[in-house]
């Protein structure tokens, strides 16, 4: 019997029946009263089923008239191919630092209008006024707060909150062993040093989030870039053949949850295999788990940490995107290293500082943050659906792309041959910021991808930046094409959810 919810597993059994289309675009759904009647279930869960159903878009509520079969929302795209090659990309660590500070010079200059590259939502979609609000009370409650030395661990509610924000994901934490850091950046960094030296090899996702190529860099650490799947993430089979030729692997990063930039979600088994794996060779797994929250299911993704017996897996989290991206706040839960990882912290940079801890704590003890965040995520999925669509139908044929299931971002695989630098450099020309591909990896895999933000509501704004990006995309795709092989231009389109 399914663990589930009832309510879910009413949303799948009709989920199911649309996708067989024995509930076909138009069709009424039987009424809240008759699922009730038929399924023995309770007006709520008969209610949260076709709710639902229509966060994902399969249900449409029509006043006074009952919920609709919604016609398919979009035409269908390609899905980006599993990785074929497993074997790992050399270990480096030298030049990408250069080639994303570049990108990202570029893509703060006034002149860009639209950033559909960057990693966060947009300002309206954050609870601001509730958390300026709390930061008001809690300067009220304790007037002398920036005269008071600060906690080397953090806030100590902060940390309880946490703690038990982790119960979701299956993850067992005292407060003790969690360390407020700033953002998942330090808390990488922190990670990092605690496990890894000037000279080691640690294997990454490969693509994976430019940002921790850059700590690798500048740590001098060598990244060895393992294929990852637009679907199931890291690839083990890789990992163990990586193992082989490289007998001092001190780490692996992962994102087990919504990678960036794929946008990937390990099934739960491999998410174990994994974490057994790197125990029983010896090799420290970084968790990094800065976007789970925003998965569109309201059931929270299981971490790998929840696998964890002996401390060797490290995991990272920041509430950077998911509540305030003006706050800075991540957090360590540092397994075997933890007491190492607060001295390096310690060292590096002192605590944080106690008024966004004490704000977010309160605010979180309240019950807002739960309720922010399933507004956050019915508005991502909403953006991410729409965004899919203006890919399907405006960018040049030969376009791949799988859509997530949560997050804000999306992969998109131009026609081969196409150079994503060669449309990031001409869109923002036109004033939009796209991350290009070429920053996700040292290798030269990713030439023809792009990574889209869709943290945006939909507005006119958004729409033109789309338009320029995809009629820069289909130029730039157009000049690349062999003059004898070029590709219809009504491709057959098909979808998948990763
Ligand atoms: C996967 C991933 N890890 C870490 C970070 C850095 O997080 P923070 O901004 O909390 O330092 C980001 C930010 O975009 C990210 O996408």
């Known amino acids: ?75 269908s795209i390609t899905s980006i191919d599993e990785p074929t090659n497993l074997v790992a990309d050399p270990a480096q ?72 924000l982790a119960l979701a994901m299956r993850v067992q934490l005292s407060p003790d062993e969690i360390l407020i850091t700033h953002g998942c950046t330090e808390a990488l960094q922190l990670a990092l040093r605690a496990v890894a030296n000037p000279g080691d090899v640690v294997a990454v996702e490969s693509p994976t989030y430019y940002g921790l190529l850059q700590i690798l860099e500048s740590l001098g650490v060598r990244a060895l870039e ?10 083990l089979e890789a990992l163990e053949l990586a193992v082989r030729s490289y007998k001092d692997i001190k780490a692996v990063v992962a994102m087990p949850n919504l990678q960036n930039p794929l946008g990937s979600i390990m099934p739960d088994e491999q998410k174990a295999t994994l974490v057994q794996w790197c125990e029983k060779n010896g090799i420290a797994l970084i968790e990094d788990d800065c976007s789970s929250a925003t998965a569109d299911s309201d059931m929270a993704l299981r971490a790998a940490k929840s696998w964890d017996r002996s401390g060797n897996v490290i995991y990272c989290s ?23 990882i607060e001295m390096l912290k310690f060292a590096l940079s002192r605590p944080n500082e106690m008024l966004t801890q004490t704000a977010v704590a309160e605010f979180i003890v309240s019950g807002g943050y739960e309720r922010h965040l399933r507004r956050l995520r019915a508005a991502l999925k909403r953006q991410r659906d729409w965004m899919a669509q203006a ?15 949560g997050g804000m971002h999306l ?26 591909g070429v920053i996700f990896s040292n290798s030269g895999r990713f030439e023809p991808c792009l990574r889209i933000n869709c943290g945006s509501p939909r507005s006119a704004g958004l729409e033109e930046a789309v338009a320029i990006v995809a009629a820069v995309a289909r130029k730039v795709a157009r000049e690349a094409m062999p003059a004898s092989g070029a590709a219809p231009v009504e491709s057959a389109f098909r979808t998948t959810v990763a």
């Open 1 to 75: 019997m399914s663990s589930d919810p009832l309510y879910q597993q009413l949303a799948d059994h009709y989920r199911h029946a649309i996708g067989a289309r024995t509930l076909a675009p138009g069709d009424r759904m039987p009424s809240v009263r008759t699922l009730m009647a038929t399924h023995g279930v309770s007006l709520s869960t008969a209610l949260q089923a076709c709710r639902q159903l229509e966060r994902e878009g399969l249900l449409q509520a029509r006043p006074r008239s009952g919920y609709f079969v919604c016609a398919p929302a979009r035409p």
């Open 93 to 164: 660590y030298i030049g990408i630092h250069e080639r994303i500070s570049y990108v990202l010079a570029r893509s703060q200059q006034e002149s860009v209008k639209f950033n559909l590259g960057g990693a966060s939502a947009a300002a309206g979609l954050y609870p601001i006024d509730a958390l300026r609000n709390a930061a008001r009370r809690a300067l009220q409650r304790d007037p002398m707060l920036y005269g008071e030395a600060v906690k080397p661990r953090g806030h100590d509610p902060l940390r309880t909150a946490l703690a038990r």
């Open 226 to 235: 393992i294929p990852c799947s637009a679907q199931t993430g890291i690839s």
């Open 318 to 340: 920041s509430l950077h995107k998911v509540l305030a991206p003006g706050m800075r706040l991540g957090w360590i839960a540092g397994g075997k290293w933890h007491a190492r």
């Open 391 to 405: 890919v399907a139908t405006s960018f040049p044929p030969g376009t791949k792309l799988s859509v997530p299931r």
């Open 411 to 436: 992969w998109v695989e131009l026609p081969d041959g196409t150079s994503s630098e060669q449309v990031f450099e001409r869109a923002l020309q036109e004033g939009v910021y796209v991350a290009p």
